[in-house]
């Protein structure tokens, strides 16, 4: 059922995304338009790009993108062309400005951050003093025996 | 009446789950072993009376009794048997009784095995579990009842969703929710330890094989899921970042975190304090996976079961058993001293690595996830964060983690000299680079994420043979020590390879997958990756429960027939809902994929055909990875019930060292 929600989309609609008719002649063309409509998001959808959507509003935006690209536009300036219309909302891949950088410095300032803290506690493992190991009750010594002989 | 007998046994469970909750807790405390007694017998007849509550919802569905309102929503009469059973998890009250059933039965597997537990940390465990259920129990009591009847029952129901009318999906969430719920069983050992104020090797062995087996029931169910989405989706897709798929991800990640932890607390009794941490963190995972999927946050317009006060009681219990459990964990510090010695270079350092690795990598996956939520909170921007997001974010992780598992698990405990282990490796590597060089020279695009892909996949599963070969020693008769290795070792090669070969399949699936789209007559053929494909016919054909548009479609290669191809698309009338059944010619090194889509205008077929390769490679990977838990799982040294059945139980004393 995870999946469900995809599927809202597909109601009472053709089952193909990009249908036939939409393709362009010129595949280097074309091949420019896929790349583009997989990083939009279709809007009445969740969480799909307008390539994967079968909503009507998906193809009107793939439409566009390719109405766009046949008049000489840059990737760049077909995707500033969607989002000045439909808003930051439909980037499925977010931008690195503004608040945004946080998003994409998380995973590297924590991997930094987790390195560090491991770092100083293998330091501090590899200096402990050995007699820790000795300082096992007898009882706890007589446990581990019996776990591990096992 | 059967109905009433259910909902009645769900009051009862929910009763005495209270009462499991307080009775061993007061008993462990005060040492009165007759209030610690309590435990066993109440998670027994908990799980019983939650099973009869269970069996009466699947009966209602069974015998399509309308009268119910569950039943009614998702059922109907024409509804083939094994979807009337399945369908009773495949809605939000039925699968919240699946989960608490899943709940009580993990209670009850401590009280069944677990007779090598001291007393009174089992009843402390059980005591936690019983809190665990009873939340839960409220949750269904009070505000999702699946038991409410029909003031006036219709003649029949509305259906299930056809999506979830198929075998891939209808068993995805028992085993997601084993996987879920079975971390529960690691948080309440996490927390009965704090609580008893004593973490041990011995306490990394016995959660030990509950924290294997989540793991494994996780990798099957997103599996299944995926292989489901792969499949039915109608354009091969088979992970999407979307916030419910990456509720069971987070969970799965931070699983493969605590397992390899708890390694390091039961061989060499330190990482105590970040094991407990990750126990409790991974079943919080396992909540906010549920919070995210129930209570629509992230979803806003369609989810399983758009409810704020679902929602807020979700989340509730998420706080209370967080903030609880994080509270005894701060309180409790002191008793988690590290006690091993050990060098930087150490198999304990690179367990520790990769814990950082995979738990930086959930953390990525939970703040792409949450970040849409927070910035609109907090920065009033609404945005979307996609695949592009994650497949950037999250894939170098991944590769880092690739290229150091093969050196690390080869690593000694204490400490390691590197030179024997790059010597045996260096064979492999080179064997990697080959690889991957040679598919960096056939490929015609210039991305690297398939060479790169290729790369590890043979350096983690050259790996793991290496790994696995060097255990048998020297000398003569190494071959017959390798069959007579333990479990463990073999289930610890198979899941690294297992994971070598998913990441083949993933890779070579993302960089090299070609597609087509076109409209076909009756009599045509198209040409993808050296296959040929004709269309035969398109014809009309009456399903139980829907009516279907089936096209046959011969595959050949080399002028040579090597299958035929029936892609559905089918209309459910009841729900009025269309769905694709993709037809798949399955292979060792690809996957041939058509669906077949409308009728054009000026005649014949709009046909999307696929080349898919390595896809098999994906589920094959997965499945070798559970393989290689549920080896690991049997090994005789790791069994739930091995200390009771051998030599002595531990000495009173040992057992009872008051935190008090």
């Known amino acids: 059922m995870k999946h469900l929600v995809l599927f809202l989309c597909l109601l009472a609609t053709p089952v193909l995304a990009v249908q036939p008719d939409e393709v362009l002649d010129d595949p280097a063309l074309e091949a420019r338009a896929r790349d583009i409509s997989e990083g939009l998001r279709c809007l009445v959808c969740r969480n799909e790009s307008i390539d994967e959507s079968n909503a009507d509003l998906a193809r009107d935006m793939r439409l566009l993108v390719r109405e766009r690209l046949q008049e000489g536009d840059s990737d760049a300036e077909v995707v500033a062309f969607i989002t000045d219309r439909y808003g930051e909302y439909v980037l499925l891949n977010p931008t690195t400005g503004g608040s945004n950088l946080l998003l994409w410095l998380a995973g590297p300032a924590m991997l930094g951050a987790g390195l560090l803290v491991a770092g100083l506690y293998l330091r501090g493992r590899a200096n402990a003093p050995e007699e820790d190991v000795t300082r096992l009750s007898e009882a706890e010594e007589h446990r581990l025996r019996d776990i591990l002989k096992d | 009446m059967v109905t009433e007998l259910g909902h009645f046994a769900l009051i009862l469970a929910f009763l005495t789950a209270i009462a499991q909750a307080v009775v061993p807790l007061v008993g462990a405390h005060k040492r009165w072993p007759g209030w610690m007694a309590v435990a066993e017998p109440a998670a027994t007849l908990q799980f019983v009376l939650t099973a009869v509550a269970f069996a009466a919802l699947t009966w209602a569905f069974v015998t399509s009794d309308f009268s119910l309102r569950l039943v009614t929503l998702n059922s109907h009469t024409d509804k083939p048997m094994l979807y009337k059973i399945t369908g009773v998890w495949g809605n939000h009250e039925g699968s919240m009784l699946l989960w608490v059933l899943i709940v009580t039965l993990f209670g009850g597997a401590v009280a069944w095995f677990g007779a090598n537990l001291p007393p009174s940390l089992r009843a402390r465990v059980l005591s936690v579990q019983a809190m665990i259920g009873a939340a839960f129990f409220a949750f269904i009591l009070f505000t999702s009842n699946p038991f409410l009847r029909m003031g006036s029952p219709p003649f029949n129901g509305q259906d ?161 058993f967080m903030i609880g459990a994080l509270t005894l964990f701060a309180a409790r510090a002191n008793i988690m001293q590290a006690r091993g010695v050990f060098g930087m270079a150490s198999r304990e350092s690179a367990l520790v690595l990769n814990n950082i690795l995979l738990a930086v990598s959930c953390f990525v996956v939970f703040v792409g996830t949450m970040w849409p939520l927070l910035a609109e909170m907090v920065f009033d921007r609404k945005l979307t964060v996609g695949a592009p997001f994650f497949n950037a974010a999250f894939t170098p992780f991944m590769v880092l983690l690739g290229l150091v598992l093969p050196i690390g698990s080869m690593m000694a405990w204490k400490r390691a000299k590197f030179a024997p282990i790059l010597r045996k490796l260096t064979p492999v590597f080179v064997l990697a680079v080959a690889i991957g060089a040679l598919a960096w020279a056939m490929q015609t695009g210039r991305s690297a994420l398939g060479p790169v892909g290729l790369f590890l996949a043979a350096w983690l599963i050259g790996g793991a043979a290496v790994d696995i070969w060097s255990r048998t020693g020297r000398g003569s008769g190494r071959l017959s020590r390798l069959t007579r290795l333990p479990g463990a070792d073999w289930g610890k090669a198979l899941a690294h390879g297992g994971l070598g070969i998913t990441m083949a399949g993933i890779a070579a699936m993302m960089a090299w997958e070609l597609e087509d789209i076109r409209v076909m007559q009756t009599g045509d053929s198209l040409e993808i990756a050296g296959h040929s494909l004709r269309l035969d016919d398109v014809r009309r054909e009456e399903g139980p429960n829907y009516t279907s548009t089936v096209a046959d479609f011969t595959l050949s290669k080399n002028g040579r027939e090597i299958g035929t191809m029936q892609p559905e698309k089918r209309n459910y009338p009841v729900a009025q809902m269309p769905t694709t059944e993709a037809a798949l010619n399955n292979g060792f090194l690809r996957d041939i994929y058509v669906v077949i889509g409308d009728p054009q205008d000026n005649g014949g077929w709009a046909v999307r055909t696929y080349y898919k390769p390595l896809a098999n490679w994906i589920w094959g990977g997965t499945i070798i990875m559970a393989l290689g838990g549920a080896l690991s799982l049997s090994d005789r040294r790791y069994r739930v019930a091995a200390g009771a059945r051998k030599g002595p139980q531990p000495t009173q004393s040992a057992q009872e060292v008051p935190a008090e």
């Open chain 2, 160 to 320: 299930l969703n056809p999506l979830l009318q198929d075998p891939g999906l209808a068993f995805h969430p028992p085993f997601l929710y084993l996987g879920y719920v079975g971390l529960s069983m690691t948080f309440s050992f996490a927390v009965a330890a704090l609580i008893e104020g004593r973490v041990d090797a011995a306490w990394g062995r016995w959660v030990r094989p509950y924290t294997l087996a989540s793991w494994i029931f996780l990798t099957i169910g997103i599996g299944l899921g995926s292989w489901w989405a792969y499949y039915e989706l109608g354009w091969g897709g088979f992970w999407f970042w979307d916030p419910v798929e990456n509720a069971s991800f987070m969970p799965w990640l931070i699983a493969a975190a605590l397992l390899h932890s708890a390694i390091v607390v039961e061989k060499r009794e330190s990482l105590k304090s970040w094991t407990i941490l990750l126990a409790i963190i991974a079943f919080g995972f396992s909540m906010v996976g549920a919070f995210i999927t129930r209570s629509g946050v992230l979803t806003s317009v369609h989810a399983f079961a758009t409810d704020p006060e679902r929602g807020v009681f979700l989340l509730a219990i998420l706080a209370v």
